[in-house]
Each structure stands twice: as C-alpha cells, then as structure tokens.
C-alpha cells in the first residue's frame, strides 16, 4: 500500500493585508475644505465586513477640534488631537460591518487648509476584532537640517499580529521621500497636500508583524520645502479572536 505523507511547512501565518487608501482632497490640490462644511472622503474601494478603517485628519491650525460629523454606518473610535506650530491633526478608527450608509465626513469647525485620508486593513479572518496594542505616541519635531530627515522611534508589540501606522504632519506642501526603516512601507500616496495658500502636508507608513518584537525605527525626508517643523505620531492595533470592553489592551 502507498501511503502519501503530505509535509506542510511550519512557520507560515496568514498576516494582516493592506486594502488601499483614498483622500480629500488628493494630493497637490488647493482646497478650501472645512469650516461649516464637513470635509468627506470616498470610502476605499473593496472593503468587507471586519476590515480595519483608519481616518486621518489634518487642519492648518492648532484650535479646530476635529470630529466625525457623518458616519457612514460605522462606530467610530477617536484618538486624542495631536499640534504642533500651526498644524493638527487627529485619527479616527473603526471595525467596518459591511455597509457604507454614506461618505463618513470630519468637521473642522475652520476654513483653513484642510485634508482628511483614509486607510484600510484586513484582518486574516473576517470574524476578528480590533483594538489598540499600544497608546498612540506623539513627538512634535523641529525644523530638520539638510537632508531633512524626521525620525519616529518605532516600539515593541506584544501580539501575534499587528499593524503599525506612522504618521508626519507639517504646516507646509512638503513632498515626502526616501523611507528608512527595515519592514516599513509607504502608506498610500508619497504624501498627502493641500496647497491653497495656507498648505499642510501629511505621509504615511505601515509595518505588518505576524509575530511580536520590534518594529524598528522609521523615517522619512522633507524632499522638498524641507527644513519645516511639525508633529508626527505612531499607534500599533492588533487583532483579536473575539470582542471585548472599548479600551487600550497593553
């Protein structure tokens, strides 16, 4: 009798996946958003239910409180607003169910410059749930010296299965280049500006980890403008196998 013995390779974990990125407006576009208008973003296209959604706004100001005033059928979590000299900026974050009851939008309560990005993740199972590893940090930067390196100090997860989200925010339309940092990869676009006279810039990068450790360090260059001062923050979430009480689980 043959007997086939099939030999799978240990090791291998399914991992976090990156969906896409959308904006309002897109990149190098002067506009007038915000203030008594609410600015909207056109959700990701092929979302399903249990994706992680990430919504990143940014106001040339430092007082505009920023909040989600269109929900689009989602419970939306909101993180503390991060400033620095003349830029702020603030992150949302939800478990999508699956259906899209319209645009989520931000109000600004400013008509200054104003940018709202959204990310998008999914988990390896559908069925799992989200929470937040590790307390968003924030670390405002001054005006960097040629070549206009900011540095975020990366930390150590604790679970199995994590993304990790960077993010730089400056009151200029910097362009953004030259990512450092071992397992980081741009989010999105290379940057994220609108330049209607008074500009903001925003960039992104992520590191997906299937087992715990370091995420490293990770910087980015002011490729242009450079030499600006502004703020920067990193959160890591995790994914888990059932839901529990609101919370930061680290």
């Not at 590790?134 to 070549?147: G, I, M, N, Q, V």
Request: include cysteine; aromatic fraction near 10%.
């Amino acid at each position: 009798m043959l007997i086939l013995i099939l030999i799978f390779p240990l090791g291998l974990q399914a991992q976090i996946t990156y969906v896409g990125s959308a904006s309002n407006p897109t990149d190098a576009v002067a506009a007038t958003l915000g203030g008594p208008s609410p600015v909207a973003v056109t959700p990701v296209a092929g979302l399903v239910a249990g994706d992680l959604v990430v919504i990143v706004s940014t106001v040339r100001n430092t007082t505009a409180v920023m909040a989600i005033s269109v929900t689009g059928g989602q419970e939306w979590y909101t993180e503390t607003q991060i400033s620095n000299t003349n830029i702020g900026s603030r992150l949302f974050w939800c478990r999508f169910n699956g259906t899209w009851a319209a645009n989520p939008s931000v109000s600004f309560a400013n008509l200054t410059a104003t940018t709202v990005v959204m990310h998008a993740f999914r988990p390896t199972k559908s069925s799992n749930f989200w929470g937040i590893e590790a307390a968003r940090t924030e670390l405002d930067f001054t005006a960097p010296a040629s070549p206009f390196t900011v540095t975020i100090t990366g930390r150590t997860t604790r679970n199995a299965s994590t993304v990790t989200i960077a993010s730089w925010f400056t009151a200029d339309d910097n362009t953004w280049g030259t990512l450092a940092g071992t397992g980081w990869v741009v989010l999105g676009s290379a940057q994220y500006r609108n330049t209607n006279g008074t500009d903001n810039s925003c960039t992104f990068a992520y590191t997906i980890k299937t087992t715990s450790g370091a995420t490293n360090n990770v910087s980015k260059n002011q490729a242009t403008l450079g030499g600006d001062l502004g703020t920067t923050q990193i959160i890591t979430f995790f994914e888990r196998g059932r839901n529990m009480p609101l919370g930061n689980y680290y």
